[in-house]
């Protein structure tokens, strides 16, 4: 038996999955079913997402935010320490504008216009994870972020970062930089070097959040030694919560970091495919 609208919606709410041919609506074409289904899936979205925060405050600390300053604040010594200086100013208004706050302001906007349903359904369910409302599913990810291609949205919980060494933004907009094209933004490209940077693809998770801790960890710390102390500090502590990521690894980048003149340097080489970082070693010799 065919799912009626009903039936796919629910399933869409439950599941954040839904059929691509829109077969349960109607229409005479592919064309028309698409429309229609789309545009019930995201009422439906959005119905959903206000009844579960009816009566649930948003932070008006977070409300209130200048996303462009607080991002800047935040990914400015990253972009410094990662690019020469002539690409350090088309970097960081890139990174401006991609970070994006979910708010009651901006969330609905976002769930109708976001191009992909699967990834409207994950927006949903960040944002009511944020604030501690009940998410769609129980099989729903509790995210704090989420990154995709140039975008990284971000919760109200994370700016309430539970952790001394964690910091959201960095962590996502670390993921940009291998998701842009160089030449998205005007720098040029070559054979070599198409994306902003170029991460192994098997250490995007470790390079982001070698770079969060960096982070954390240069901010803290005022010096080398201090630098170190806190290591050892986040070293006794938990390590990230990704099985992608290799502890043991990533607590070695973070060591070498810390002890280099430049840091952020160390982790990309660390995280770079083999053959970038081989040339990277042979031009430091």
């Not at 998701?179 to 070097?193: A, D, F, Q, V």
Request: aromatic letters at 8%; hydrophobic letters at 40%; one cysteine or more.
């Amino acid at each position: 038996m065919p799912e009626t609208p009903e039936q796919a919606t629910e399933r869409y709410l439950r599941s954040g999955e839904h059929d691509a041919h829109f077969r349960a609506w109607p229409g005479s074409n592919f064309l028309a079913r698409s429309h229609c289904g789309d545009a019930a899936l995201r009422s439906a979205l959005i119905s959903a997402v206000h009844s579960r925060t009816l009566h649930v405050a948003f932070p008006e600390t977070v409300a209130n935010i200048d996303d462009v300053a607080f991002t800047r604040g935040k990914v400015a010594p990253m972009v410094r320490g990662l690019f020469p200086a002539c690409e350090q100013a088309l970097v960081l208004s890139l990174l401006e504008r991609s970070v994006i706050l979910l708010t009651p302001a901006t969330i609905e906007a976002l769930l109708q216009n976001t191009q992909c349903l699967a990834t409207a359904w994950n927006l949903a369910n960040l944002y009511l994870a944020g604030l501690g409302a009940d998410l769609l599913a129980e099989s729903a990810p509790g995210l704090l972020g989420l990154s995709e291609e140039t975008s990284c949205y971000l919760s109200a919980a994370s700016f309430d970062a539970a952790g001394r060494f964690e910091d959201f933004v960095v962590h996502e907009a670390a993921h940009i930089f291998h998701n842009c094209k160089r030449e998205t933004i005007g720098l040029p490209e070559t054979r070599t070097r198409e994306w902003l940077l170029e991460i192994d693809y098997g250490k995007r998770e470790t390079f982001a959040y070698a770079c969060e801790a960096y982070s954390r960890l240069h901010s803290l710390g005022d010096s080398p030694r201090g630098r170190q102390e806190l290591l050892a500090e986040h070293e006794r502590g938990s390590m990230p919560p990704d099985e992608r990521v290799d502890a043991l690894e990533y607590v070695d980048i973070l060591r070498e970091a810390v002890a280099a003149r430049n840091g952020w340097k160390r982790i990309l080489q660390r995280c770079s495919p083999p053959r970038v970082a081989r040339r990277a070693r042979m031009k430091a010799a």
